[in-house]
């Protein structure tokens, strides 16, 4: 053999992964709780009072830290009195409380001294990683099921990974989304384990002394 030519092969052995690297599962990816708020002290009492408010469903108290050029959405209808026309708090049947409740108690990340961004997976999520794909499970151990029912077959169980939505997810049962973890193994998790960047996020901002939310919106 050609001494150049061997030179080339023994080279290209060398770079070639092995059999077991190539066969080895990719790392997942991590996005693990941040709450931020002990950090902005009279920031943490605020959110105290906020979620006893909501707990309570106290409209006035709601209304209150609603701020007047609050954003609700991307079409331009903003405002203070677009957010009550929206959201019906003093309805029976308002979203309002059950969507702050979880932003709430998902932490959170300050931006500077005056602004604190929630939940932790809006406000951490990594930027390389696609939002409208992706979905990040809230939990430990969260079981992962064959099918999109609670007694299908467990395949796996994961703890705050990032993972790919599956292609068929619209298709999905209500309360479940279909995910592909790492190693390609598909399956379903209950919905109220997993959240998108994407879905509700609050913005809280501190003016004149005084916190307020200036935004409350889904989507991108």
Known sequence: MDMKLFLLVVSLLAAAPSREARQAPAQARKLLPVDEA???PDFFSFRAHLTAAVARRDVSTLMAIVDANIKNGFGGDDGKAAFERSWQ????????WDVLAT???????RSG????IAPYVSS????DVDGFEH???IG??????RAPAVDAPEVAQVSFEVLLRTRDDKNTAEDWTGVTLTDGTTGYIHSRY???PIDYRAYFVKKDGRWSMVMLLAGD
């Not at 708090?89 to 309002?96: D, E, F, H, L, M």
């Not at 430990?140 to 099921?145: F, G």
Request: net charge positive.
């Open 89 to 96: 708090p003093s309805s029976a049947g308002s979203r309002v």
């Open 103 to 109: 932003i709430l108690a998902l932490g959170g990340s």
């Open 113 to 116: 001294e005056d602004t604190f």
């Open 194 to 196: 997993v959240r998108s």
């Open 38 to 40: 002990s950090a902005l």
């Open 135 to 137: 979905v990040a499970v």
């Open 124 to 127: 951490a999520w990594p930027n």
């Open 140 to 145: 430990e151990r969260v079981r992962v099921r």
